[in-house]
């Protein structure tokens, strides 16, 4: 009688490790950014910095504003998704970390593209604090992936995003929406960055 016993009490040891070792999270989940939630048309406070998302636009061809007003045109491989945003620190001077991330749904997720030059993610510029900063994150991907929209924000004062400020921005567009948008997608402006801007737009 013995025996089964031990084995049965063996087998539950093994089943209990496995189970606190799935329970022990990964280092890379231990010093992962630190999210905090919003929606679009809110000022979304991430302990650190604040994002406000303004209207989301679709387009197969953008045009990059300069300050002047002038610019080139780019067309998408696919559709551009052009989200303008406002960022302000609210403690310490950082910059907006790479990669900028746009969730899509069916397990996608887009880095913002660096082949455009007037975007906040490509120029990075500096977020110090109460001075609010206003341009456009930018993505290039394929239609039929957009299915939903969420955007990742990271804000850190260095290269080390351990622990850093993130912002996951819900853009509250429906599948249906986001169809719709995508069939009218035409031509639309990135504008430059712009220091002191309280407004996405």
Same mark, same amino acid.
């Given at each position: 009688?013995?025996? +089964? ?20 999270? @990964?280092? *890379? ?10 929606? @679009? ?14 209207? &989301? ?16 045109? *780019? ?5 551009? !998704?052009? !989200? $303008? ?8 001077? %950082? ?15 887009? %880095?913002? !593209? ?10 990075? +510029?500096?977020?110090? $604090? ?5 341009? @456009?994150?930018?993505?290039?991907? +394929? #239609? ?30 429906? $599948?249906? *929406? ?11 402006? &990135?504008? $430059? ?6 407004? #996405?737009?």
């Amino acid at each position: 009688m013995r025996r +089964p016993t031990t084995v049965a009490v063996s087998l539950l040891l093994l089943a209990l490790v496995a189970a606190a070792h799935e329970l022990v999270p @990964a280092p *890379e989940d231990v010093t992962a950014p630190i999210a905090h939630a919003g929606e @679009a048309g809110e000022v979304v406070d991430a302990r650190g910095f604040t994002i406000e998302v303004g209207e &989301v636009r679709i387009a197969r061809t953008v045009v990059e504003e300069d300050l002047f007003g002038e610019g080139s045109r *780019e067309t998408a491989n696919g559709v551009w !998704v052009v !989200v $303008p945003a406002v960022l302000t620190s609210t403690s310490t001077s %950082s910059r907006v970390a790479s990669p900028v991330l746009l969730e899509t749904g069916g397990g996608y997720t887009h %880095s913002a !593209v660096t082949r455009l030059s007037s975007t906040l993610n490509s120029q990075s +510029p500096q977020l110090d $604090p109460g001075i609010a900063v206003r341009g @456009a994150f930018v993505f290039e991907l +394929p #239609p039929e992936r957009l299915t939903r929209a969420v955007l990742r924000v990271t804000v850190s004062e260095g290269l080390d995003t351990r622990l850093a400020a993130e912002a996951v921005v819900d853009l509250g567009l429906s $599948p249906a *929406e986001l169809r719709r948008l995508t069939a009218d997608a035409a031509e639309t402006t &990135v504008p $430059p960055v712009e220091y002191g801007h309280p407004d #996405p737009r």
